[in-house]
């Protein structure tokens, strides 16, 4: 975590706000438990994956955004884009409510391994050229 990050968590001073039984959240109370940034959590928000509601201008997040947020950053763990994981929250916001977990077909975890074996061959590939860039360098200096 970065010394920009700890100082935006320490000037918060909202906390964990309990209200008729149900847990409650502050945008810095998902931060810190999730250790993502506030400005992800508003992005997050701007694009329509999050909805918290607004108490002035503070945003308070319920159990299903903080469930929602944990879809998020696990789709994000799996290299999904938002734009997939949108659709995979509004599959599940058709069905039970809450999404639990990314509930993915066998078709869409073959395409995301198919897509990220790509990626990491591509990565090596850049790897060698970087490497072999660098050797180059050092042993003409």
Do not use: W
């Not at 008729?20 to 994956?49: M, P, Q």
């Not at 950053?73 to 734009?83: D, E, N, R």
């Amino acid at each position: 975590m970065s010394n920009g990050v700890a100082v935006n968590f320490a000037v918060l001073s909202e906390t964990r706000v309990e209200m008729d039984d149900s847990k409650y959240y502050t945008i810095g109370d998902l931060a810190r438990e999730f250790g993502v940034t506030l400005r992800t959590l508003r992005f997050y928000e701007d694009r329509g994956l999050l909805s918290p509601r607004r108490d002035g201008t503070a945003r308070i997040y319920d159990a299903r955004d903080r469930d929602r947020l944990s879809v998020i950053l696990k789709g994000k763990q799996l290299g999904f884009t938002l734009t997939e994981i949108r659709a995979m929250l509004a599959e599940e916001r058709g069905g039970s409510g809450i999404a639990a977990n990314l509930n993915l077909s066998l078709a869409q975890i073959e395409d995301q391994i198919t897509h990220l074996e790509q990626q990491r061959t591509e990565i090596d590939e850049a790897l060698v050229e970087l490497r072999a860039c660098r050797a180059r360098l050092t042993s003409a200096a």
